[in-house]
């Protein structure tokens, strides 16, 4: 315990008491495949109970594979600066940056994999039914799962690293990754 308090500052731990009360409440009032997911999930399903939007291609191309190769050219970029620290003088003062940013966005994406790879959630269009106007949990949503978390979640943790790297040595920088 001793470590804890001494690890963390004020606001961090009144961040992590928040987020633990938070994610307590989301868990006892809001399940999963509870109302406010049925609600929120009507808008975006047809007649037929598929997901409208799942086949899109502006969203396919520019927000799925666009964003995923953004922050791979991000992690390239940093592994290339962290290689050519070591033969370019211009470059050195950046390596222990580079390093962190890399490591910071390999274990975020990894983890976010394990996850999904464990995950029994399906993706949304595969547990929806229409009947009567409402959206209903499939019952038959076996083997389904490994939907959640997203890769989104993954590539936004990944990108996150940015401003954590920054933050001391560059805030200005920080803020504009951090947005």
Known sequence: ???????????????????????????????VKGALDQALSLPWVDAQGHYYLRDNWWLIH?????????????????????????????????????AYVLIAMILSTSTIGLLKSQSEHACP???????????????????????????????GFALIALYFAHRQSHPKMARIFYW
């Not at 008491?17 to 006892?28: E, F, K, Q, S």
């Open 125 to 155: 269009w595969n547990m929806v039914e229409i009947q009567h106007q409402t959206v209903t949990w499939s019952k038959h949503i076996v083997g389904l799962g490994k939907c959640f978390p997203g890769g989104h979640a993954s590539a």
């Open 1 to 31: 315990m001793k470590w804890f308090a001494s690890t963390f500052s004020q606001f961090e731990k009144k961040n992590l008491a928040l987020l633990i009360i938070a994610a307590a409440i989301l868990y006892c009032f809001f399940p």
């Open 62 to 98: 520019l927000g799925h594979d666009g964003l995923k190769q953004i922050v791979w050219l991000i992690a390239f970029g940093h592994l290339y600066v962290l290689i050519a620290g070591y033969w370019q003088e211009k470059w050195r003062a950046y390596r222990s940056l580079c």
